[in-house]
């Protein structure tokens, strides 16, 4: 026999949450029904339960009207995870093997990091850019839908934890120790423009050489990822270079008019 109660109960919890969903669209133009929904829902189920409130009717009611609310929400429903250096085999593949003779071929290089979050992953490319004696000759443009994180990446301090991947003669060279924290240099953090992006929602830039957009579009359903690697796809020049995650691989890159140029990246074909 079913219990009709706890049928009801569950119905109406899916209703309400349908509910924000379509609030939060209305009010910030994010779709969260792009994101995976178990992931996405217990995450800010938990959100809304440490506030207390009962229903995520009433929390988007408070969320609307308090904007620590607000901003702790788009904090929580991004995924602000970022290291520098991270996977650093594939960072040594890209500076070894793709960029030297992307830096021969371009006069000026135009790199992306999509969703950069606190900015690890912008720093860590600015860094080997140097390294190769191409920055002052490259733009890097770092974007996220997160305006605290991209304050937090502007600023340019990180704890100590966060440089143990980062080899030690860039540490000594890119890094200066402040009080416990570590500053990027100031010439890194000016070669770089941050900016606020909505992946799903904003329209891209073109003929990009290098996008960067890493441990991101595991949290996105498929039809979102499709869309997304169009987009990157249309964004980048004719040989530009689009570089994943560890858990990314694409599958029939062909698709979307990449071919694999090596693991997670893969190289625009037409």
């Known amino acids: 026999m079913k219990d009709w109660g706890t049928q009801t109960a569950a119905s109406a919890e899916d209703e309400d949450f349908a509910r924000f969903v379509a609030n939060v669209r209305r009010a910030t133009s994010i779709d969260l029904s792009q994101y995976k929904e178990t992931q996405m ?9 440490k506030h207390g409130y009962a229903d995520f009717a009433a929390y988007f009611a408070a969320m609307m009207d308090d904007p620590r609310l ?12 970022s290291e520098f250096w991270r996977n650093p085999n594939r960072w040594r593949v890209l500076m070894e093997q793709f960029l030297p003779p992307m830096i021969a071929d371009s006069p000026r290089l135009s790199v992306w990091s ?9 720093y860590t490319l600015a860094m080997i850019l140097d390294s190769l004696g191409a920055l002052s000759t490259s733009t890097i443009l770092a974007t996220d839908l997160d305006e605290g994180v991209l304050a937090k990446a502007k600023l340019g301090r990180y704890v100590e934890r966060s440089l143990r ?4 003669p860039y540490v000594d060279k890119y890094f200066r120790e402040d009080r416990g924290d570590f500053e990027v240099d100031e010439r890194l953090r000016r070669a770089i423009r941050f900016q606020k992006q909505n992946l799903l929602l904003d329209p891209f830039g073109e003929r990009y050489d290098l996008i960067v957009c890493r441990n991101v579009m ?16 249309r964004a980048l020049k004719p040989g530009g270079l689009l570089f994943v995650g560890s858990t990314e691989q ?3 890159p062909g698709q979307y ?7 997670f990246f893969y190289r625009k074909t037409v």
């Open 250 to 252: 694409i599958f029939s």
């Open 257 to 263: 008019g990449l071919e694999s140029a090596d693991t």
């Open 114 to 122: 999509a969703a950069c979050s606190t900015g690890e992953e912008p």
């Open 165 to 168: 991947e980062v080899p030690r």
């Open 70 to 81: 607000r901003n702790e929400f788009l904090d929580r429903m991004t995924i602000n995870v």
């Open 218 to 233: 595991i949290y996105f359903t498929e039809e979102a990822k499709q869309l997304l690697y169009q987009k990157f796809s």
């Open 41 to 49: 829902r217990r995450r800010l189920t938990t959100l809304r339960l």
